[in-house]
């Protein structure tokens, strides 16, 4: 099994651009499965992520085919800076040193001041696609037509090329991710791959199980809780199935890290209503997810100012 794989590519692929543009929708929708966490909230992503899809290319030969490795990122914060952004920045700078190819994701027919600063962050020598996310929000073809040409013109150009293709698609379309599928391959180096075919990501059950419930949180408490909230696991502990035909049992408890006794009540909501439906809602998606039978629990903890704080933020598993 040492015969070089020249029918093999392989390469690392960053997802990178402002808060909410749909990044990790992409991800997820490139994998095939859910594995990075999406919410109309800005700062929903905030660790790197990486997701993997083989794609075999049978006309090439047995074992042909090319394996990408997506790296998920924070949403770059170009406002507040605190030490939790600092950290979020820090991370999609670090993702994105080292890949052979940058989707640079916004939102079709947008072109904000916020994704320029992102982009004049990246690095000059690797590829960059200019992905124009969201189509199906934009009703008439033609209403984006024009919006495209003058992307084309300002950063597509010979004097100052910063893309090197235009990919205006939507995320949740199955056939633009094939499309896209097609446009990235021939950006990735030929080489072998650097994980099994069926792997789907790099991080762990336990990672997903707290990034689960974050994700019901901010979806359960709207824009009243402010993103600093965080949701750290307590036990993460699995027991092999008891009998024939049973799934195995993972039993989690999380604590809920919020900054103010007010946003904590928010937290349990009405007679603790808010917290039960995380819960549920929790162990839903994760026994869908993994196969298998969840027991949650979940507490909820006042840290005042731990966002703030460079120990925290570091304790709470941020880099
Ligand atoms: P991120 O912050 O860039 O990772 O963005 P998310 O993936 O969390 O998505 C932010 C919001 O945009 C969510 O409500 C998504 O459902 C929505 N979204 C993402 N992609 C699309 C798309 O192609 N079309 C539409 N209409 N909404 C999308
Ligand atoms: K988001
Ligand atoms: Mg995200």
Redesign the pocket.
């Known amino acids: 099994d040492a015969s070089p794989a020249t029918d093999r590519r392989c390469g690392l692929v960053a997802i990178v651009?402002k808060?909410?543009?749909?990044?990790?929708?992409?991800l997820n929708a490139l994998v095939g499965q859910k594995i990075s966490i999406?919410?109309?909230k800005?700062q929903?992503?905030r660790h790197r992520i990486t997701g993997i899809r083989t794609r075999p290319t049978p006309e090439g030969g047995p074992g042909a085919g090319t394996q990408f490795v997506f790296v998920d990122t924070p949403?770059f914060q170009t406002q507040h800076a605190t030490a939790l952004n600092r950290s979020l920045n820090k991370t999609v700078l670090g993702a994105v040193a080292d890949v052979d190819l940058i989707l640079f994701?916004v939102e079709a027919g947008r072109f904000t001041p916020a994704d320029a600063k992102v982009l004049s962050l990246l690095a000059q020598n690797i590829p960059v696609l200019l992905i124009a996310?969201?189509l199906?929000?934009i009703h008439r073809r033609a209403d984006i037509a024009p919006w495209l040409a003058q992307m084309q013109a300002e950063h597509g150009g010979p004097q100052q090329a910063r893309f090197a293709e235009f990919v205006p698609m939507?995320?949740?379309n199955a056939k633009d991710i094939e499309r896209l599928f097609a446009i990235c391959e021939k950006y990735l180096p030929q080489q072998d791959w650097w994980y099994d075919e069926d792997e789907l990501t790099d991080r762990s059950e336990k990672f997903l199980a707290s990034e689960t419930v974050r994700e019901k949180l901010f979806r359960l408490t709207g824009d009243e809780l402010p993103y600093t909230s965080t949701v750290v696991i307590d036990k993460f502990e699995e027991e092999p199935p008891q009998r024939k035909g049973q799934k195995r049992l993972l039993r989690i408890a999380a604590t809920i890290v919020v900054e103010r006794d007010g946003h904590k009540a928010m937290v349990i909501g009405d007679k603790g209503e808010r917290i039960k439906r995380i819960g549920t809602e929790t162990r839903q998606e994760l026994e869908r997810l993994m196969d298998c039978k969840v027991f949650i629990e979940l507490w909820v903890k006042v840290r005042s100012g731990w966002a703030d704080d460079e120990a925290r933020v570091k304790s709470f598993g941020y880099e």
């Open positions: 651009g808060p909410n543009v749909g990044k990790s929708t992409l999406t919410s109309r800005a929903t992503t949403g994701v996310n969201k199906d929000n939507s995320a949740k």
